[in-house]
């Protein structure tokens, strides 16, 4: 049931506030869980008028007699309160002994992949986990031997290596999908260190600080299921039988046999998804977001949403959503992966290409506030061919590469620049960790892009006060918030088409956006290859 505390109002209420709901003495609760929680930030006229509004599970006695027992009916009928269903496992029991025998390769260390493995392991199956990249300590050295010398290594970067992209983006899982697998999903990261509050936040966000100690943690609890982990292998091509079913992996680590495989390798790694298509797996262009950056004082963003005088300790510090919808003349703008107190990063994979990105720690500490403003592009921007998609955003990723001066410091100019189409002579300090270099940003996209950012940033500083002033930063170029490819599967076993053993899986296959949906995609499709229904 959704209830509504103001800020003055302790959690504590929640149980009178519900048994009034209900219509039910207080006592009559035996046991009470926050779901969810949400921020309720709007503005009432011109007064900030916070609250939190949270929807509640609770245990009831059924015993109550009379009217008490009435009111719980009433309230089942009317749709106040509904029964919950038991919760969801990974583990199954309708799971065959045939299916449990089978050896199952995941190729992908990122959340689509974790939590294929760890379903399939739960279960009984033997699985083995690749990734290019390499684990988290050797992942970590690489990124901050770039951040020093500003030599990439295409292998062990911010976007390749244990945990995925996301290891180095925020650990966000406020976008997720809903499904019964959710809640065990969140289980495991709260018992491997994350924030019980993930659980039930409509914001919940790990933090990359907390993730770097939480990702080792599930990689002992799957080694303890059984999984053994394979890092600096990169997938370079199937070997198929003759019936042209997979049975082995041919990595650059050598050849591994297997009975099916788990393809979980993000949007990323482009010469894997044209080396298997060359063999044979069918790729689709699909529709995909780009933009840019911005980049504002967290301060101007927690007043804008809470007011002057909010009680951040409280709060915590201020987020914001935005949309823009289409219009004739510009097309819709959304922002994506805000990160509040968080900083901008090169996510960048590929020698000569440039893309940015957001991440935080868990306390948000940072004094910046970022988020990605992109528009959706389809054929009609970058060709009908399977990769134009990709050739459409390395072509401008090179173009910003070079616009920046060739060693990863990044082209930036101020918002209010920007909407007006003139250069920046001097910048806004920037989290930007290499550097930035004034430049007409906005003569580096499209007139179609950019004149819908410009139109989109005009409305959000009516939202958002600031906004479009000299205090924020445009850099970029934002080109992964989504891939351009997706990977046809069939709808009731989920495996790739003409490849009855190969199940595509999370953002790389195109059936993900964020750490949650692709977690759940990759357990859902791991129930597949058990041969279970899915409870969604």
């Known amino acids: 049931m959704g209830v509504e505390l103001r800020l003055d109002e302790p959690e504590s209420a929640l149980r009178a506030r519900c048994a009034q709901r209900i219509g039910i003495a207080p006592e009559r609760i035996v046991q009470l869980r926050i779901a969810h ?7 009432r006229g011109r007064r900030h008028d916070l609250r939190f509004v949270h929807h509640v599970d609770v245990s009831l006695d059924r015993d109550a007699g009379g009217a008490e027992s009435a009111a719980i009916s009433r309230a089942l009928r009317t749709g106040a309160l509904r029964e919950l269903p038991p919760p969801a496992r990974f583990e199954r029991e309708d799971v065959s002994r045939a299916a449990r025998a089978r050896r199952i390769a995941v190729v992908g260390a990122g959340p689509a992949g974790l939590y294929a493995a760890w379903t399939l392991a739960a279960n009984g199956v033997a699985v083995d986990v690749f990734d290019r990249g390499p684990s988290l300590r050797e992942r970590g050295r690489a990124v901050a031997r770039f951040t020093r010398t500003r030599e990439l290594d295409p292998e062990r ?8 992209a996301g290891t180095y983006s925020d650990g966000k899982l406020y976008t997720r999908t809903r499904h019964v697998l959710e809640e065990p999903i969140l289980e495991t990261l709260v018992e491997a260190g994350a924030d019980p509050a993930i659980t039930f936040d409509a914001r919940a966000h790990v933090g990359t600080d907390r993730l770097h100690r939480i990702l080792p943690r599930l990689r002992e609890r799957l080694e303890s299921m059984g999984v053994a982990f394979h890092f600096d292998a990169r997938l370079d091509g199937l070997v198929r039988a003759t019936d042209g079913r997979v049975e082995a992996l041919r990595t650059s680590a050598g050849r591994f046999d297997c009975d099916g495989v788990v393809l979980a390798v993000g949007h990323s790694a482009r010469d894997t998804l044209r080396a298997l298509h060359a063999e044979g797996l069918r790729l689709e262009a699909k529709p995909f977001q780009l933009g840019l950056r911005v980049e504002h004082p967290q301060a101007l963003v927690d007043a804008g949403r809470f007011g002057e005088d909010a009680d951040l300790a409280r709060l915590g510090h201020a987020y914001y959503s935005l949309v823009a919808k289409a219009t004739d003349g510009a097309s819709a703008v959304h922002s994506f992966c805000m990160c509040p107190g968080g900083q901008v990063v090169a996510a960048v994979a590929q020698p ?20 990605g403003l992109v528009v959706t592009l389809g054929p009609r921007e970058f060709g009908d061919s399977v990769f134009a998609g990709i050739e459409y955003q390395e072509a401008l990723e090179a173009r910003f590469f070079e616009a920046g001066g ?12 920007f909407v007006a189409g003139r250069a920046s002579s001097a910048l806004p300090r920037s989290s930007y960790k290499l550097g930035t270099v004034a430049t007409r940003v906005d003569a580096l996209l499209s007139e179609s892009i950019t004149g819908a950012l410009r139109a989109a940033i005009a409305r959000f500083d009516r939202q958002l006060p600031g906004y479009a ?4 930063l445009l850099v970029g170029v934002e080109s992964r918030s989504s891939g351009p ?7 009731s076993t989920r495996a790739a088409i003409g490849l009855p053993n190969l199940w595509p899986v999370g953002e790389g296959a195109g059936y993900a956006g964020g750490i949650m949906s692709a977690a759940i995609d990759g357990a859902r499709s791991a129930w597949a290859i058990l041969g279970c229904a899915d409870d969604e």
Not at 37 to 43: F, G, I, K, S, Y
Not at 469 to 472: L, N, R, T
Request: contains cysteine; hydrophobic residues 30%.
């Open 37 to 43: 929680r949400a921020l309720d930030a709007r503005r």
């Open 157 to 164: 970067n911010l976007l390749f290596g244990e945990g995925g």
């Open 352 to 371: 000569g290409l440039l893309c940015t990105n957001g991440m935080s720690n868990s306390r948000h500490s940072s004094p910046f506030a970022n988020s």
């Open 406 to 417: 060739g060693d990863y410091s990044v082209p930036a100019q101020r918002v209010d620049d």
């Open 469 to 472: 002033s000299e205090a924020g």
């Open 485 to 491: 490819l997706r990977i046809p599967r069939d709808p």
